[in-house]
């Protein structure tokens, strides 16, 4: 349940201050906020399995930079007489434990990826389903899709809840990602993702060999600079 937060720095979510966090620091999510490196860093309450927004905090009367847990990506409770803060990221806590992960910037890669679909004969029809990636904010999710489809030409497609769902239409470069031939084919597939971790899946045929499956990757944040 600890996370190590490298060094860097950013500007507050208000673009008002520099926040420097000159040396590593390492914050435990299961207990409550204190200052210091190898200290708590959750803001309130008790810890579960769920997301929690990591933002760097400071305090303008002594400049101290530290970093807290939250379960708010805009509004976490702030500890006494910190003032800034911006969200840095977000991790994902499943099964008692944060599910381990590398970041790269705004590029986050889950060290063991995540079934988190795997139906047969799944129907025609749009199916919204349901991401291991954080809560309470929008991600582009990567995924790889594996399609399989006895019953001859289909095409599968994944896409944003918030645009206009369409039907997959075989090899066709806007309404199809994977294409399967009656084979086995995989995939990599990035969609933006609702703040519920959803997103919309369609395939063109399906029947008793229809095989469809998502296991995410990973995600891209771009930590509210877009806001």
Not at 137 to 157: D, P, T, W
Request: aromatic letters at 6%; charged letters at 15%.
């Amino acid at each position: 349940n600890d996370i190590s937060i490298a060094v860097g720095e950013c500007q507050d979510s208000t673009n008002a201050r520099d926040l420097i966090l000159a040396s590593v620091l390492v914050k435990r999510l299961d207990a409550a906020w204190a200052v210091g490196t190898n200290a708590g860093g959750l803001d309130t309450g008790a810890i579960a399995n769920n997301t929690y927004h990591v933002h760097l905090i400071k305090r303008s009367d002594t400049g101290v930079v530290d970093a807290l847990f939250s379960l708010s990506a805009t509004a976490p409770t702030m500890p006494t007489s910190y003032d800034f803060r911006r969200r840095i990221g977000s991790i994902v806590r499943s099964g008692g434990t944060i599910l381990a992960f590398t970041q790269d910037g705004d590029f986050v890669q889950l060290t063991t990826a995540v079934l988190d679909v795997n139906v047969t004969n799944p129907g025609t029809a749009a199916v919204t389903r349901t991401l291991t990636v954080p809560t309470g904010i929008n991600v582009r999710a990567v995924m790889n899709v594996y399609f399989e489809n006895g019953a001859g030409n289909a095409s599968a497609l994944l896409t944003d809840l918030a645009v206009t769902d369409v039907a997959p239409i075989s090899q066709s470069a806007t309404q199809g990602q994977i294409f399967s031939n009656a084979n086995v084919h995989l995939g990599q597939v990035t969609t933006r993702t609702n703040t519920s971790t959803q997103i919309r899946s369609r395939v063109e045929g399906s029947g008793a060999g229809t095989v469809f499956a998502i296991a995410t990757q990973g995600w891209f944040d771009t930590r509210g600079r877009d806001a």
